[in-house]
């Protein structure tokens, strides 16, 4: 079965335009997050979706941050108004269940706003 | 303030030399979790240990997680070219969420030489 995927592998902005990172997740994983990844850091988590719901968006840093995720399966995080500082590897993960079931993670998305 | 501190955050070695990787925190976490992660891929889960004292054992790695669950380390043996990569450890707070939002440490870049 397929992995977690992303979309797309790289993106180029400039600075103060919109643009939509989509994660489609493991079939059937009701649990999905995304980490944000500065070059060879640590991940940042950003939000947590059960379904169709975000309990947690704690980790978004700023109200240009929303995400959305629809039918269960397909997320999307968009970024408005981007600034230099959004660049970085944004990495979705999806997990069967939530909790302690194994996180599976995608190849991330580029992102770099010139 | 990083809840999870990981050290060295470089390593750089001759093959069949043995490295250890620190990740240590002043909080309790029920889980602690050990990615490699290669460039332009996802982190890839090693292993997970929920028991305060737990040594579990990949091939060559050799991982450990602390009698008070509150640091873990990682141990490779005669290290290898291949074991090149960026490993990281995570944690699930304990008394935290329970949707398995994970707490990363900065990471640990690792080069291999032969």
């Known amino acids: 079965g397929a992995g977690v995927s992303q979309s797309p592998s790289n993106k180029v902005t400039e600075k103060g335009k919109d643009v939509e990172l989509r994660c489609d997740p493991i079939?059937?994983?009701?649990?999905l997050y995304w980490y944000r990844q500065s070059l060879g850091q640590g991940l940042e988590f950003l939000i947590y979706?059960?379904?169709?719901?975000?309990?947690?968006k704690s980790g978004l840093p700023s109200d240009r941050f929303s995400a959305e995720r629809t039918g269960g399966s397909v997320s999307t995080l968009t970024i408005q108004r981007t600034q230099q500082e959004d660049s970085a590897v944004y990495l979705c993960?999806?997990?069967?269940?939530?909790?302690?079931?194994?996180?599976?993670f995608g190849p991330g998305t580029r992102l770099l706003v010139l | 303030t990083q809840l999870l501190e990981q050290s060295p955050q470089f390593l750089s070695i001759q093959e069949g030399e043995n490295l250890t990787v620190y990740c240590n925190s002043s909080?309790?976490?029920?889980?602690l979790q050990w990615y490699r992660q290669e460039p332009g891929e996802g982190p890839v889960l090693l292993v997970t240990?929920?028991?305060?004292?737990e040594v579990k054992k990949l091939k060559r790695l050799t991982f450990q997680f602390g009698d008070a669950r509150k640091d873990s380390s990682l141990h490779i043996t005669a290290a290898q070219p291949g074991d090149t990569g960026l490993y990281l450890c995570?944690?699930?707070?304990?008394?935290?969420?329970?949707?398995?939002?994970?707490?990363f440490g900065q990471g640990t870049i690792l080069t291999v030489h032969p």
């Open positions: 993960a999806s997990s069967l269940f939530g909790g302690a079931e194994t996180q599976y």
């Open positions: 079939s059937g994983h009701t649990a």
């Open positions: 979706f059960q379904g169709n719901s975000a309990p947690d």
């Open positions: 909080s309790v976490f029920s889980s």
């Open positions: 240990v929920v028991t305060g004292g």
């Open positions: 995570a944690g699930d707070r304990a008394g935290g969420t329970s949707y398995g939002k994970l707490t």
